[in-house]
């Protein structure tokens, strides 16, 4: 059987995950991307598997299968996920906000929070697309993220994990491990394999917030007692919170217009 194509989020916030994932290439080739890329490679079948934003699940639901207790989360502030601005939102009213669009959830929650939470109605504009005097905020994800919010510049920075628990009292679930329906057909075993090595890698990276934290501060740079403080508010798994916390972000999604209601929640080997 061919190994499996797996595509991976080329963030640090996956450290955890793999850092001490063996490398076997007969079982799997890893593909890193961000992770509009990597929603792209699944949807299409260029992947058979990918840690993707977890907007991407509602795409078509009928083809994925998620990875049981492996997500990205915070039940609070995240750090990578913020919006930066001059000002506080009561004063962005028919304002523009930058977004790299590298995020689908980001962009996603970015919607649910102008409509749902402040009632506002800025428009959401690709990266260098606003003209500079009407952007109002600036989204920014990942390693880009950690780097701007250590630089201190802005007044104004709006945390979307922290905004999501303010408001809805639940974890945010930023990402999740999802398989093609067919490659769980086809491959079975070595799904099944991969996913018990993610769990085994994914615990014993949680124990290594030193090791984790080092390898991150020499990719980005920094000291490593922040991204310790970083990964340390991250959680990997997928419990009964978190699956409430993913069932109210899709609900949210659906009052706002941007995916169909109804998203049923279905699991690799669990059917």
């Not at 009407?134 to 994990?161: C, H, K, M, Q, T």
């Not at 310790?228 to 999604?253: Q, V």
């Amino acid at each position: 059987m061919p190994a499996l194509r797996f595509g991976r989020i080329n963030f640090v916030n996956v450290l955890p995950v793999h850092l001490h994932l063996e490398p076997d290439p007969a079982l799997f080739v890893e593909l890193p991307a961000v992770p509009s890329a990597l929603n792209q490679g699944l949807r299409t079948g260029e992947l058979d598997l990918a840690e993707v934003s977890s907007l991407e699940y509602t795409r078509q639901p009928d083809q994925y299968l998620i990875l049981p207790d492996l997500g990205l989360s915070t039940r609070g502030p995240v750090g990578s996920v913020l919006l930066l601005a001059d000002r506080p939102p009561r004063e962005w009213a028919g304002g523009a906000i930058e977004a790299p669009f590298e995020s689908e959830t980001s962009v996603a929650l970015l919607r649910i929070f102008l409509g749902r939470l402040w009632n506002l109605d800025c428009r959401v504009v690709a990266e260098g697309q606003g003209a500079e005097g009407e952007l109002v905020a600036r989204l920014r994800i990942g390693d880009r993220a950690l780097n701007e919010a250590r630089s201190g510049a802005w007044p104004v920075v709006l945390d979307f994990g922290e905004l999501w628990q303010e408001w809805t009292g639940l974890p945010l679930v930023y990402a999740l491990w999802l398989a093609r329906r067919e490659a769980a057909e086809s491959q079975p075993q070595a799904l099944a394999r991969l996913h018990r090595r993610l769990l085994a890698a994914r615990d014993q990276g949680v124990l290594d917030n030193a090791g984790c934290a080092a390898e991150a501060a020499r990719r980005l740079g920094g000291e490593p007692g922040y991204y310790r403080d970083y990964f340390a508010r991250l959680r990997y798994g997928l419990g009964p919170e978190e699956l409430r916390g993913l069932e109210r972000f899709y609900a949210e999604l659906a009052l706002s217009g941007q995916v169909a209601g109804g998203v049923a929640l279905r699991f690799l080997g669990q059917e």
